[in-house]
């Protein structure tokens, strides 16, 4: 390995640097016993310094590790993506309350961990790196689930999330096995020339369906989801803030790569259309009837995986950069509804539907920023959540599976309903008279109004955004 | 070093730091980013720069020549004593407004197309309103509001005018019009630069709204919007005929008003349509001294205007008041300020040694050389006018003529004595020096200001002038009164229109009251009681009926979560096998 | 700084202010314009008649109309603006 090979790897050294920093401050900590606290405040401040090592490094290209490791702009795009992602998550985490302080190190340790692995799988363009890259960034999340406070649930979350990955990364394996024993390599370069169809190659696809059943279970689509709702409920706000959104990234830019080996009318496909139809249904029927926030923004995720899905569906170069695009609007919306929960439930319980009323008179800012992020993940203009939607739904007409675009526009009929309820109990319901509501937390309508003002923007402005994603997907899709 | 720094983003900038900082340390900010556009100004280099791209089109917003480069000049030097003149302002909001309003300026100055020049003539009409409104009184809200609609009809003409070009000739590009080939657009786009300008009849909003500004605001607004439309005028229309006779229409317009106005800052805005009435008339005669005269007042002007507005902001801010007939007697106590209004007022009147003589004259001389006798001589006349109204009249009633009447002044602070200072040094030291402002200029100067016959006649004139006052000064007693303007016409058309937008709808409005209430209101009560019945019984029972059933699939979907981790995993394999057997083997 | 306001009373500046004009108008006997851009410019004292002819024609045309239509009272607009409102509460 050059030298130069050093200026790929930027994005990556950042997230090692801040990895090696925290794990110094682990041991510093354990060594003096005493509670010399230096804190975690300065991992936001770092995690920004990424983003804009990443923003630098977006146009480098290249390979190493004999080629199964691949710099293109692809996995720039999510390296930033999940570069601003950590930042965001951190900064909402770092006066975390279910953590004690002893431990809040080596929780963030655990998160820039897994984001490091997030990052590793951006440019994983090889099966076996691509598996390890996954399990590296699903081990550190498992640890961190169970920690809230002396809570049962975060415990019993914990469990399944593990029990359940660990069974859906098994198939993906047992399907890894079947690719390399049909098609004889693990590269996706060469496994883009072979042929995917049912009749010529079945082993193979039915290896690639198991594979992807692994990122289907970090996307949380439907039937793969049943973890969603349980551990974003049990775990801690702030945990659910990083898992709800950041393994998404991952998983979809696996997604995109893989897609890229298919073309639209063959099976794998077909299953795709199917699961995302289901899920986005699925999705939407039972978040109607939540009445935990958290546990609405799990089912709307499983929803939202089914959207992603239809743009993966589409198999063509929009289609792809629509998905890769949409993965990282839903990643602000995310943030931002889970900034708001963040923000005001101060002793880490979980907020239910009631805990919102008269919050447009308690705190203003934190209501509107809350509206703008149910009306981004509805998808009403002038949200980017609207502009994500569009991209996907028109890259994916007219490519055989019109019936999709239908089922997902009724999808987001039926999403308005509880969406919108959240921006109900917010501003009509008045809060009741003998409750003590506590107050927010400080400072936090200014950067929740940066997440605000960013989803307006990229609602009026994508173009900058969504070409570079676009060049991203024509790389590997021509 | 030929970078170039645009000073609209030094301004900007600030803005964005003082808005964001407590006031106290935020005020430092203003005049040091007035020092560095100064700087920034004086190492520019003619050429083009800061392209961008916006909405589609390319822009140029860096279009730097002599003609550019002198006006940007003087409006650095005057953003600097005008934010030290600002510094004990304690409102961020005003800091914050002037810095708009600068980069505005600014922006315009070095605009070499349309659309760029549209975007910052609107930064400057939205951020000089709220220079108005800060005074925080209602005259002013009033004020402000006039002055705020008359400015958007100005900005929408020159918007209409630039959007009617772009379709005929396809470019946005900011050039000299001929004056021969002038199309409508070109007509409409004057109109829009003649509001900025106070071209009469457009200019009532001046007089009506620089006397309710702020103390502090008054100062920069007598600067940037009249001399930003004086620049645009002479990038796009020198030459225009009209103009000329309009520009001198203006500096007898102005000084006629000045004569018998009784608030001070009033007098000085009439006054600003006299001079820049000057600069107009050199913009229409078009030849290169009066081009050259045109600039050179315009920089002189913003320098004794300046001066002039400070100090009798100054004397509103101690005494309180502004009007003639309340001030007086008040040389004793301030004679610092009587002291700098004088040298603004000599070089307001061209005066030799400072800066108006070695401006104004060649303007005049320029108009006579190119054979416009009568401009000359209406232009010799307002110079009467002016040492008359402005020279003589203001200071003599404001600071003698009465007995001191004893009232209150407030504490006058360091920062505008050492603001006024700077500016009357600076019309001296220009009067005494005149190659300083020469050398800025756009074409090769062949003036020679100080020739024995030069400054006689100019002694003569004002000399002689003051005799006349003194004849007069019974007659030329200032009296509480509002004059007359052609705001009269303004809010005349304003009222018609309102009553013509009544009258017919009140009509209408009646005769289907009476319609309604006789004829319908029996039928739409049946026709009602249909509805409901209709609504309710069929229509809601479907929505409604429709919405619970969804509603209570998903309370089913969601009884699919049971919390075991077994039924999870085995659900999940089921499904997933279902599905994938079907596809697959179908 | 009392003998310089014994010198400089309202009687002597009168004086002080007579003589220096004069003294303007004779020193315009000898310097001319050199290429004088109207006929009248010529004469010597041209300028002085213009400026304070000027003067005083100003200040009596302007105070004219002043005096006749252009002067109203100070609260002109106010009042109008009072009538409007109120014709407009008697047409509701």
Known sequence: MKFDDISLLLPELVQILIILGLFVQTLMKSETGATTDIGVRWVPWAAAVGIIVSAYSLKTSGSLFWDAYQMDGLSQFFKMAVALGFTIATLNAVNTPTVKNEQRTDYFLFFALSSLGLMLLASSVELITI???????????????????????????????????????????????????????????????????????????????????????????????FWCPDVYDGTSNETAAFAATLPKLGAVVILIRLVALLKPEIEIVSIMAVLSAASMTFGNLAALAQKDVKRILGYSSV?????????????????????????????????????????????????LLDD????????????????????????????????????????????????????????????????????????????????????????????????????????VMPEPVFRWMEAAARQIIP | ??????????????????????????????????????????????????????????????????????????????????????????????????????????????????PTLFIFWEMMSVSSTFLIWLRRVPASTKAGLRYFLFHTLGGLMLLGGLLLRYKATGSWAFDPVAPDSAKIYDYLV?????????????????????????????????A??????????????TGFEVLGVMGTLMALYGVFYATIENDTRRILAYHIVSQVGYMVAGVGIGTAMTVDGACAHAYAHILYKGLLFMSTGTLLYAAGTSKLTELGGLFKRLPMVFFWYMIAAVSISGLPLFSGFVSKTMTITGAAEAHHVWLAIG??????????????????????????????????PW???????????????????????????????????????????????????????????????????????????????????????????????????????????????????????????????????????????????????????????????????????????? | MSFLKQIFTASFLKKAMYVSLLVLVVLNLFIRPHEPHFNAERFPGFWALFGAGGAILLAFIAKWCAHTFLGKDVDFYLRKEKQNSASLKEAK
């Open chain 1, 131 to 225: 598996y390890i890259s996954l399990e590296i960034a699903s081990y550190s999340l498992y640890a961190i689930i169970p920690l809230r406070g002396n809570d049962p649930r975060a415990a019993e979350a914990g469990i399944k999330y593990i029990l359940f990955g660990a069974a859906a990364t098994a198939i993906a394996l047992f399907g890894l096995s079947y690719i390399l024993a049909s098609q004889n390599t693990t590269y996706l370069h060469i496994l883009a020339t072979k042929s995917w169809s049912w009749s010529a190659a079945p082993m193979a696809v039915v290896g690639l369906t198991l594979f992807m059943v692994g990122f289907f279970f970090k996307l949380a689509l439907f039937p793969f989801h």
């Open chain 1, 303 to 351: 929803a939202h995986a089914g959207y992603v899905l239809v743009g993966l569906v589409a198999a063509s170069a929009a289609g792809l950069s629509a998905a890769g695009f949409y993965s990282l609007i839903y990643l602000l919306m995310n943030l931002t509804c889970f900034w708001v929960i963040c923000s005001l439930s101060r002793d880490g319980k979980n907020l």
């Open chain 1, 356 to 459: 919102l009323n008269g919050l447009y008179q308690r705190a203003p800012y934190l209501a509107f920023i809350l509206a703008v992020g149910a009306f981004a993940l509805v998808g009403l203009p002038p949200t980017a959540g609207f502009i994500g939607k569009l991209f996907l739904l028109t890259a994916a007409w007219n490519r055989g599976y019109n019936w999709l675009i239908i089922i997902a526009a009724l999808n987001t009929a039926i999403s308005i309903y509880y969406y919108l309820n959240i921006v109900r109990h917010a501003y009509t319901h008045e809060a009741e008279e003998n409750i003590q509501f506590e107050e927010p937390r400080r400072y936090s309508s200014i950067w929740g109004g940066v997440l605000a003002a960013s989803l307006l923007v990229l609602g």
């Open chain 2, 1 to 114: 070093m030929t970078a170039f720094i645009h000073p609209s983003l030094l301004f900007a900038f600030c803005a964005l730091i003082v808005i964001f900082l407590p006031v106290k340390i935020g005020r430092w900010f203003p005049p040091i980013a007035a020092a560095l556009a100064v700087f920034s100004v004086f190492k520019m280099a003619p050429g083009s720069y800061a392209t961008f791209h916006y909405l589609g089109m390319t822009l140029k917003a860096g279009r730097v020549d002599a003609l550019s480069m002198v006006f940007a000049n003087v409006f650095a030097i005057q953003a600097l004593i005008g934010f030290i003149f600002a510094f004990h302002i304690e409102d961020r909001a005003q800091h914050v407004a002037a810095l708009m309003y600068i980069t505005g300026a600014f922006g315009s100055v070095f605009a070499a197309d349309y």
């Open chain 2, 190 to 222: 004057m109109l829009g630069f003649c509001v900025n300008a106070a071209v009469i009849p457009l200019h009532a909003w001046l007089p009506d709204a620089y006397p309710e500004a702020t103390v502090t605001g008054a100062v920069f607004m007598s």
């Open chain 2, 224 to 237: 940037f919007t009249t001399k930003t439309a004086v620049y645009v005028l002479l990038r796009g229309f």
């Open chain 2, 379 to 412: 232009m010799e006349i307002a110079a009467v006018g002016t040492f008359l109204s402005v020279g003589i009249k203001l200071p003599y009633f404001a600071f003698f003529f009465k007995e001191d009447s004893g009232r209150e002044l407030t504490p006058i």
């Open chain 2, 415 to 586: 920062n505008m004595y050492v603001a006024m200072a700077a500016s009357g040094v600076l019309c001296f030291i220009i009067g005494i020096y005149p190659n300083l402002l020469y050398s800025l200029l756009p074409h090769a100067v062949e003036y020679e200001p100080y020739t024995a016959w030069h400054v006689l006649q100019s002694l003569l004139l004002l000399g002689f002038t003051g005799l006349g006052f003194y004849i007069m000064r019974n007659r030329l007693k200032p009296e509480a009164k509002l004059n007359l303007d052609f705001d009269y016409f303004y809010r005349l058309v304003g009222r018609i229109v309102l009553a013509v937008a009544r009258k017919p709808i009140e009509v209408i409005d009646s005769w289907w009251s009476e319609f309604y209430r006789v004829g319908g209101l029996k039928g739409l009560l049946k026709i009602a009681a249909g509805s409901a019945w209709f609504d309710k019984a069929a229509i809601d029972g479907v929505v409604d009926g429709s919405a619970y059933s969804v509603q209570r699939l998903g309370r089913v979907a969601a009884l699919t979560q049971s919390g075991r981790l077994q039924q999870y995993l085995s659900t999940a394999l089921v499904i997933a096998l279902t599905i994938f057997a079907l596809v697959w083997f179908l």
